[in-house]
């Protein structure tokens, strides 16, 4: 049903990238669920986890940012900040931060959306077009890379801090048993 294939490799830092390469979007529905419950499972909401989502237009990243919410928040409609910046999705956890920063012109129009009182732990940040918002964002903790390829996507998953190299390994693990592969 689902055709994988995961391995890691040295980037540019100390951490590992892993990938996955996901038939269809049951699969990236699968991997963004595991990523949400390990999300919970890690207490990822109490340090305030900063996830950029990164790929050219079309990629599926809001498609991973609805799954993932919906995971904290079933039959949640979840619509694309594409023009509203930000929406907050409160949850038992925390809030979700679904940014989208497609459309920003200058990162300190981030400054207008006090984005610093928002990013104030307990949260989860899923950000949408990171570059748009440098200087201003708070470096992430983790990076999602989504690409198309043949009818599905590849997925690569990199810590950006030490402190999420056990995570993205335990995240691996957990990938392995929820992800069906031929």
């Not at 990164?54 to 990243?61: F, H, I, N, P, T």
């Not at 809001?62 to 409609?77: D, E, H, M, T």
């Not at 198309?148 to 950006?160: A, F, H, L, N, Y």
Request: charged residues 25%; glycine residues 6%.
């Amino acid at each position: 049903m689902v055709h994988s294939e995961t391995h890691s490799s040295k980037n540019d830092g100390a951490s590992e990238k892993c990938e996955w390469h996901l038939a269809d979007e049951a699969a990236t529905q699968a991997f963004a669920e595991a990523c949400a419950e390990m999300c919970r499972d890690e207490s990822a909401f109490q340090s305030g986890l900063v996830v950029y989502l990164q790929g050219d237009l079309g990629a599926g990243k809001s498609f991973f940012s609805r799954a993932f919410i919906q995971c904290f928040l079933p039959n949640q409609k979840v619509k694309s900040p594409t023009y509203t910046l930000v929406e907050t999705y409160p949850t038992e956890h925390g809030p979700i931060l679904h940014f989208d920063l497609y459309r920003l012109c200058d990162p300190e129009e981030l400054e207008f959306l006090a984005i610093r009182d928002l990013m104030t732990p307990p949260f989860i940040a899923l950000v949408e077009w990171p570059s748009k918002g440098a200087g201003i964002l708070p470096e992430a903790d983790l990076r999602i890379e989504l690409a198309p390829e043949d009818t599905g996507r590849k997925i690569s998953i990199t810590p950006m801090k030490p402190a999420f190299e056990a995570f993205v390994r335990k995240l691996t693990k957990k990938i392995g048993t929820v992800i069906d592969y031929d």
